[in-house]
């Protein structure tokens, strides 16, 4: 088992023409990934990477029954294309694209609700299930298929800790890098949520970063209503106050946002946090002891 | 992106809300100038991107042109939080019956532009929020109707109580989140909105940030950036595809994506260091970038040694080695590097570098350490 991502997943790759779509399009069909049709308008008839291309992607899922999407269109365009894939049913879309304006995101977000569609990102690297379907740009090597469920707002920072992970014997059930922007969709809390309810998952392990209180509020839920293990490691412990730290949404700001607020409400919650994060895997270890 | 009070009252004004009248002065002449011609109780404003320009004593009632020389020879070229105060605003100094705060920005929770309102105005909404949250009005605007009058109106109401006053403010509020959604803001605020004894409603500071992912389609707004010494340094880094932002410690380092930076810089700190920068060189595998990225770093004189932290994934560390090997001809340096690469072609990388004699380490830990013991030599 798994979550979001499968055996069963039809991916359709909007702006399949450009750089990084036809890179990234040859790299998930080698792992694995059923990567069905692609989308960009006005080459409708040609082929990328050997997946064929439509000029709208509802043409896209009429032909090829397409079930989850991959934007890596320009910034610009992004919300546009988000939408597209919503209206034309898609019911997970992942968006890659970095630099997206909040005001963009905020005005997709009730049209995603209404058509009941589900998103990751944007500004996020994407997720994979390890041996079934890879779907984004993190490198497939250092995954392994295994137990632990793994939701990070980073890039290669999940990439590091995964791989600390991997090397440690913990595979992985699923892995999800939710994206760094103020204004995303799917957060830790739905994806918390999913990982309790996959039978496979016996532990999961959470990397968050200064900014916003989505920490505060996964360290709430896990109290409540999680009975599996959560360790967790918080990015910008020793960021200043008011500098953004790369991603739009890592900011601390009047004293909100801070680390320390972060691990304090995880610890509260019994989370443990690491301090850097090659101590990940030996907490984790601990805490899958206690429950046994 | 940042503006100054005297930008965002003049954004205000455009869109029609009521704003007294002011002057830009750049010299105590142009100050006594500007006094003469307002003739009236004025205050002289320091314009810095720093709150708490107040407390700092950047603020100054004048009630002649004598007072008011008096404050600007005082405010013009003082420092404030680190920034040398270079012009003032001579405005109309209003009377004020009473002192609100309203405000939009963008709430990560309902992900929604939300509007904040509260009558404890004058003071920082962080306190109020902090200290009595239950005074603030805080409601979530439906992206897909935008802020309608009547909710504009019932919210006004419940701050001002009459209902001639509440038109008033109602309409500045439906005006405020007009500008907000036009020129893409982060956060736009009136504080204090005030009402003066003859019942008029007045916005006497402002405040407004902007989205820098939006301002590709704002050119009026990116045409009003102002950025300090440190900023342009970010600015010029930022145009290279690189995203850096200066601190006060001695080991610089070089990495590539936003959470292993600040992972770097934090673990830096964990093993006694201290950090000289954030710098992410993105996700790309241009080696022009590498040469970028030295040159900024090296061009910090506290730079004491260098530690580079790649995880490849898109970013190739073949790529990045090659790049460094090119910088390390351009720029000489004597400043020590390590250097760490893991993932996509990390064996390549390292075997390229092997050549340059630079030390390189296995994992991020060892890398902090390392760089940690070369800054001390």
Redesign the interface.
């Known amino acids: 088992m798994s979550i979001l991502v499968n055996k069963d997943t039809k991916l359709v790759v909007q702006g399949i023409t450009g750089r990084d779509g036809k890179f990234h399009t040859g790299r998930m069909k080698a792992y694995g990934t059923n990567v069905v049709a692609g989308v960009s308008p006005g080459k409708e008839g040609e082929t990328v990477e050997g997946v064929p291309v439509f000029n709208s992607v509802e043409n896209a899922v009429k032909a090829t029954e397409a079930n989850t999407s991959i934007i890596f269109v320009p910034?610009?365009f992004a919300a546009d294309a988000i939408l597209e894939a919503s209206y034309a049913g898609i019911k997970l879309v992942i968006a890659i694209s970095e630099?997206?304006?909040?005001?963009?995101?905020?005005?997709v977000?009730?049209?995603l609700k209404q058509n009941g569609t589900m998103l990751i990102g944007p500004n996020c690297?994407g997720l994979i299930t390890p041996g079934q379907s890879l779907v984004g740009?993190?490198?497939a090597m250092?995954f392994k298929e295994g137990p632990i469920g793994f939701i990070?707002?980073?890039?290669?920072?999940?990439?590091?800790v995964v791989?600390q992970l991997t090397l440690n014997d913990f595979g992985q059930t699923t892995c999800v890098g939710i994206g760094?922007d103020?204004?995303a969709g799917l957060y830790f809390i739905d994806l918390l949520e999913r990982f309790e309810n996959d039978p496979d998952t016996k532990a999961v392990v959470l990397?968050g970063?200064?900014g916003?209180?989505?920490e505060e509020?996964a360290a709430r839920f896990i109290a409540e209503k999680m009975t599996k293990p959560v360790v967790a490691?918080i990015?910008?412990?020793?960021?200043?106050p008011g500098?953004?730290?790369?991603?739009?949404?890592?900011i601390i700001s009047?004293?909100s946002g801070t680390a320390t607020e972060k691990i304090v409400a995880f610890n509260a919650a019994g989370v443990p946090v690491a301090?850097?994060?090659?101590e990940i895997p030996e907490l984790l270890r601990k805490k899958l002891e206690e429950v046994k | 992106m940042k503006i100054h009070e005297y930008q965002a009252r003049q954004i205000f004004r455009n869109y029609g809300i009521p704003v007294p009248d002011d002057v830009l002065c750049y010299t105590v002449n142009e100050v006594e100038n500007a006094a003469r011609e307002l003739n009236c109780l004025t205050v002289i404003k320091a314009q810095v991107l720093a709150g708490g320009r107040g407390k700092a004593g950047g603020v100054k009632l004048a009630r002649n042109v004598d007072e008011a020389i008096s404050a600007a020879k005082q405010i013009l070229g003082m420092n404030i939080k680190g920034l040398t105060v270079e012009k003032v605003l001579v405005t109309k100094a209003a009377n004020i019956e009473k002192e609100f705060y309203v405000g939009f920005v963008?709430d990560?929770?309902s992900?929604?532009?939300t509007l904040m309102a509260s009558a404890e105005g004058g003071v920082e909404i962080?306190e109020v929020a902090k200290n009595a949250p239950d005074k603030i009005i805080k409601f979530p605007v439906?992206?897909?109707t935008g802020l309608l009058d009547f909710q504009a109106r019932d919210i006004a109401l419940s701050l001002f109580g009459d209902i001639k006053q509440a038109q008033k403010a109602a309409s500045i509020l439906t005006k405020l989140y007009k500008l907000y959604?036009e020129t893409?803001s982060?956060l736009a605020e009136i504080n204090p909105l005030i009402l003066t004894p003859d019942g008029d409603v007045l916005a006497i500071d402002g405040k407004m940030n902007f989205?820098?992912?939006?301002l590709?389609?704002q050119p009026k707004i990116l045409a009003m950036r102002e950025p300090d010494e440190d900023e342009q340094k970010e600015i010029a880094a930022h145009e290279k595809g690189l995203?850096y932002?200066k601190?006060d410690g001695n080991i610089g380092c070089m990495?590539?994506?936003?959470?292993?930076?600040?992972?770097t810089?934090?673990?830096?700190?964990?093993y006694g260091g201290s950090?000289a920068n954030?710098l992410?060189i993105g996700?790309s595998s241009n080696p022009q970038k590498v040469i970028d990225a030295m040159n900024i770093l090296l061009s910090d004189k506290n730079v004491k040694a260098v530690m580079i932290n790649i995880?490849?994934?898109?970013?190739r560390c073949d790529d990045v080695a090659r790049g460094l090997i090119k910088a390390l001809e351009i720029i000489m340096t004597d400043v020590p590097i390590v250097v760490r690469l893991?993932?996509?072609n990390a064996e390549e990388g390292l075997a390229l570098l092997k050549q340059t004699g630079l030390p390189t380490v296995g994992?991020?830990?060892e890398a902090a350490k390392k760089a940690i013991e070369l800054s001390k030599k």
């Open positions: 910034a610009a630099g997206v304006p909040v005001l963009d995101m905020i005005k977000t009730p049209i690297p740009i993190l490198p250092i990070s707002r980073s890039g290669t920072l999940t990439y590091e791989n760094g103020p204004v990397i970063e200064i916003g209180d989505a509020q490691f990015a910008g412990q020793t960021a200043p500098k953004r730290m790369g991603h739009a949404g890592a009047s004293g301090k850097e994060p090659a | 963008n990560r929770n992900k929604s532009v962080e439906n992206a897909q959604i893409d982060t989205d820098d992912n939006a590709y389609r995203s932002i601190l990495v590539n994506g936003a959470g292993l930076a600040m992972a810089m934090d673990m830096i700190k964990l950090p954030f992410d996700g995880f490849g994934g898109i970013t893991s993932g996509t994992s991020m830990s």
